[in-house]
């Protein structure tokens, strides 16, 4: 058993010197300013919940809105980013070989020389036979032009189509295009492909 501690009182005097020599603070601190914001943050909570609870149905609304835009959000996320991987991976794919254009041994500027639809037609053949696509198809366009009843000269700039309107032929501006297509497509066309565009032509002019 230790003895009771004895207490004795200490020197006023003293202690406010030694309070006075440390800097010692004598006031006790205040909440910090988090917990002000704390307080302020609860205070506002406690409110909204309290509204809400006294509105049920304006809670539901909310809610259901607020999760219908949440899914939205994600859901156009989600499309940007695969729609940016899409891009990502055509961009880094190799691009296949480009198509030639057809190159004019005959650029239709002017007039070219005079020949009749016969003679056109005779040169259609001889450039198929050479091979010269580009050549041929120059040809049966102007044999078109000299096969068709015009009141005015032929014009070089002219389309298939402004050709075949001028001769009021529009029944045939189907195949027109066609012929269009031949001159102006994508792809080279096959010589197979240029006579029988001819073929069909010499049908309905006959």
């Given at each position: 058993?230790?003895?009771?501690?004895?207490?004795?009182?200490?020197?006023?005097?003293?202690?406010?010197?030694?309070?006075?020599?440390?800097?010692?603070?004598?006031?006790?601190?205040?909440?910090?300013?988090?917990?002000?914001?704390?307080?302020?943050?609860?205070?506002?909570?406690?409110?909204?919940?309290?509204?809400?609870?006294?509105?049920?149905?304006?809670?539901?609304?909310?809610l259901g809105t607020a999760i219908i835009i949440?899914?939205?959000?994600?859901?156009?996320?989600?499309?940007?980013?695969?729609?940016?991987?899409?891009?990502?991976?055509?961009?880094?794919?190799?691009?296949?070989?480009?198509?030639?254009?057809?190159?004019?041994?005959?650029?239709?500027?002017?007039?070219?020389?005079?020949?009749?639809?016969?003679?056109?037609?005779?040169?259609?053949?001889?450039?198929?036979?050479?091979?010269?696509?580009?050549?041929?198809?120059?040809?049966?366009?102007?044999?078109?032009?000299?096969?068709?009843?015009?009141?005015?000269?032929?014009?070089?700039?002219?389309?298939?189509?402004?050709?075949?309107?001028?001769?009021?032929?529009?029944?045939?501006?189907?195949?027109?295009?066609?012929?269009?297509?031949?001159?102006?497509?994508?792809?080279?066309?096959?010589?197979?492909?240029?006579?029988?565009?001819?073929?069909?032509?010499?049908?309905?002019?006959?």
């Amino acid at each position: 058993m230790m003895p009771p501690v004895a207490y004795h009182p200490a020197d006023g005097e003293m202690v406010r010197r030694i309070l006075a020599e440390t800097g010692v603070a004598t006031k006790p601190a205040g909440p910090p300013l988090t917990a002000y914001v704390d307080a302020w943050i609860e205070a506002v909570m406690r409110w909204v919940a309290g509204f809400f609870k006294e509105r049920p149905g304006l809670a539901d609304g909310i809610l259901g809105t607020a999760i219908i835009i949440a899914v939205l959000t994600v859901a156009l996320a989600l499309t940007l980013v695969v729609l940016s991987i899409v891009r990502r991976v055509r961009g880094r794919a190799p691009r296949g070989p480009s198509v030639p254009r057809l190159a004019w041994t005959e650029t239709p500027e002017g007039a070219p020389p005079l020949r009749d639809r016969l003679a056109w037609r005779a040169e259609i053949e001889a450039r198929l036979s050479r091979g010269d696509i580009a050549g041929a198809l120059d040809a049966f366009w102007w044999w078109l032009a000299s096969s068709l009843p015009l009141e005015s000269d032929v014009d070089a700039s002219w389309t298939t189509r402004e050709l075949l309107v001028k001769a009021r032929r529009r029944e045939l501006l189907g195949l027109g295009a066609r012929l269009d297509v031949l001159m102006y497509g994508p792809r080279i066309p096959s010589p197979g492909d240029v006579t029988a565009c001819l073929a069909r032509f010499e049908e309905k002019l006959a």
